[in-house]
């Protein structure tokens, strides 16, 4: 008898969505083999996952999506039937930095997987021991480009037009996926997220980074007029988009995920230093003076808006968390666990990591 009724590979398991994503599968799906692939960049921890890594339906193997032989080996070695897509280099700034380790990772390692998942199941009819196989790929909204005010919103009609590095490589692995549909027939099925918040994200990204610069008094750099504007959306609700759209998604179907909810960068950095000064017993807003405007990022994106009836109209999934309910919790969660931030910053997380597994 099977010990399990499938294996899926859950890659970046160890990243902000990742985790959420990874402890969904875990809990909900005991009857699942859940394999947490993940190279551990600056950005994966497993202290994420400590509540969940000594489940037996949960493996975690550290490797890179770059390495073909691993893996196909790991692939086969493990029956897998599922690829839930997440790991990437994913933060903006670094790719205006550094793009190549975006096209590595993003591009490359995308296309790696995809070729690895192809040798192991094109020639078992795209069925691994009686499953179909799927391979789902994680996008953003950022590959549709950037809307003035008063556009509509994204739709999955919208057509690719990414700006930045780190879009451009998401888009290019995104069309990667496309076209192994295409060409070879690989069952695949897509999503594009906005912007996530929520507990676990390395604290560069706006979010996190404000809520521990405005509890140390530090400066706020808002980038240019702070009028740009983003869709946010809770964590774990894209992390229930993903397990819809995993199980029920149309293949080659693509899903966009948002919140309906956008906001302007200079609103919700107000709304950051409100919540954060009440929750530490300050006098109302009283760190507002933090606010720094700095030099615009180049080539920065004006809007990002989302359009997510489909996903609602075909899968009935609907965000759960109202916005101000997940800022207040997730501000509460940065400030109730400053040794994780203090932990993933000064990487003792890859001392944590030796200390479990006996090497990097
Ligand atoms: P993250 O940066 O927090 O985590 C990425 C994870 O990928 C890390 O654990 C890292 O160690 C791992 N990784 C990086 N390079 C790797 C490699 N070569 N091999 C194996 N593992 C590697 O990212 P995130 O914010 O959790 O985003 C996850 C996915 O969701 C990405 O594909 C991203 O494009 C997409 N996405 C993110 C958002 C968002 O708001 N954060 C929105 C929409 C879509
Ligand atoms: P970020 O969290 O980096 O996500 P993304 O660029 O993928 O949308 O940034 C969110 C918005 O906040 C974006 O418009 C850039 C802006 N921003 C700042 O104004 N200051 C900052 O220090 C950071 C990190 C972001």
Known sequence: MKKFERTIMITGGAGFIGNHVVRLFVRKYPDYHIINVDKLTYA?????????????????????????????????????DGIIHL???????????????????????????????????????????????????????????SLSFGDKPFTEKSKYDPHSPYSASKASADHFVRSFHD????????????????PYQFPEKLIPLFIN???????????????????WLYVEDHARAIDLVFHKGETYGTYNIGGFNEWKNIDLIKVLVKVT?????????ADIDLITYVSDRKGHDLRYAIDSSKITKELGWMPSLQFEEGIEKTVRW???????????????????????????
């Not at 202290?47 to 692939?75: G, H, W």
């Open 277 to 285: 000064d009440k929750i530490l017993g300050r006098p109302e807003s």
């Open 334 to 360: 940065y400030l109730d666990n400053q040794d994780w931030l203090d932990n993933v910053t000064s990487g003792d997380y890859q001392l944590y990591y030796e200390s479990m597994y006996g090497h990097r």
């Open 44 to 80: 994966g921890n497993l202290a994420n996952l400590r509540d969940i890594e000594n489940q037996p339906n949960y493996t975690f193997v550290k490797a890179d999506i770059c390495d073909y032989e691993n893996m196909s080996r790991l692939l086969a070695e493990n029956n897998v």
């Open 87 to 145: 790991a990437a280099e994913t933060h903006v700034d670094r790719s205006i930095k550094d793009p190549f380790v975006f096209a590595r990772t993003n591009v490359m390692g995308t296309l790696t997987l995809l070729h690895a998942a192809k040798t192991y199941w094109e020639p078992q009819g795209w069925k691994v021991e009686g499953n179909p196989v799927r391979f789902y790929q994680i996008s953003t909204d950022e590959v549709y480009g």
């Open 183 to 198: 060409t070879f027939g690989m069952p695949v099925v897509l999503s594009n997220c906005s912007n996530n918040y929520g």
């Open 213 to 231: 610069n405005i509890r140390y008094r530090k400066p706020l750099p808002v980038y240019g007029s702070g009028e740009n504007v983003r869709d």
